[in-house]
């Protein structure tokens, strides 16, 4: 999943970006609400966490911005005011939930798991298509027909869930390194070429009818073969 963070004080944006990043979530973290806003309307994000005093243009009207331009994405907001009034107004604007500093590591991940929920988007154990099942708990990949079973890394594993939700539909390499990668990195193409070509691999390894398809100059799909 991927969690964008909203914070100006920056020593706290990081450490919930450690803590994050421990739980296997992808993360990008931004320091001003401009900024904030930007990232938001991509539309690539799972949860946004944001905090109400920001430079730029505070929390609560980032928030107004983005539910304007009909991004529905869950809004956690974080902030060291606690007045009724201002919780009533962060969720007027939009935010789908509320928490004051400080607070545990272990209720903001758990608030997340219920922003999450609530927005369809539970964390599967399994996903299957055709002949294959990704085990998302075990990170392995198996196959009905072969009854092989093969260990997936992280990226490997982000990459065949989103393929596996989408099957038969051409994603591009910009979309999968924007939710692979993150929406600030630096991969590239060739990062993608090269872990496409690890899942081809493992694939082939599990002797699965399926396989992930270059449609050229668009992108890939997975879809069965024949």
């Known amino acids: 999943m991927n969690i964008l963070i909203v914070e100006d004080e920056k020593r706290l944006a990081d450490a919930l970006a450690q803590i994050l990043r421990e739980?296997?979530?992808?993360?990008?973290?931004?320091?001003?609400?401009?900024?904030?806003?930007a990232y938001g309307e991509s539309g690539i994000?799972?949860?946004?966490?944001?905090?109400?005093m920001l430079p730029s243009m505070n929390g609560f009207d980032v928030c107004l911005e983005l539910r304007k331009k009909k991004i529905t994405t869950p809004v956690l907001m974080l902030t060291a005011k606690d007045a009724i009034y201002d919780k009533v107004?962060?969720?007027?604007?939009?935010?789908?939930?509320?928490?004051?500093?400080?607070f545990s590591p272990d209720e903001l991940l758990a608030?997340?798991?219920?922003?999450?929920?609530?927005?369809?988007?539970?964390?599967?154990?399994?996903?299957?298509?055709?002949?294959?099942?990704?085990?998302?708990?075990?990170?392995?990949?198996?196959?009905?027909?072969?009854?092989?079973?093969i260990h997936?890394?992280?990226?490997?594993?982000?990459?065949?869930?989103l393929f596996m939700s989408k099957p038969e539909v051409i994603i591009s390499k910009q979309d999968l390194i924007t939710?692979?990668?993150?929406?600030?990195?630096?991969?590239?193409?060739?990062?993608?070429?090269?872990?496409?070509?690890?899942?081809?691999?493992k694939l082939a390894f599990v002797e699965s009818g399926?396989?992930?398809?270059?449609?050229?100059?668009?992108?890939?799909?997975l879809t069965a073969k024949g």
């Open 179 to 201: 939710r692979i990668w993150g929406y600030d990195s630096d991969a590239g193409d060739n990062n993608v070429e090269a872990y496409v070509s690890f899942l081809r691999k």
């Open 89 to 102: 107004k962060g969720l007027d604007a939009g935010a789908d939930d509320y928490m004051t500093k400080p």
């Open 152 to 161: 997936l890394n992280f990226k490997e594993c982000e990459m065949l869930k």
């Open 23 to 37: 739980q296997k979530y992808m993360v990008d973290a931004v320091y001003d609400g401009a900024d904030g806003l």
């Open 210 to 221: 399926v396989e992930i398809v270059s449609a050229k100059k668009l992108g890939y799909k």
């Open 45 to 52: 994000y799972d949860c946004i966490i944001l905090d109400v």
């Open 111 to 149: 608030r997340l798991r219920v922003l999450t929920r609530r927005r369809g988007e539970v964390i599967l154990d399994e996903m299957r298509y055709e002949d294959i099942t990704l085990h998302i708990d075990k990170s392995t990949l198996s196959c009905a027909k072969g009854f092989k079973t």
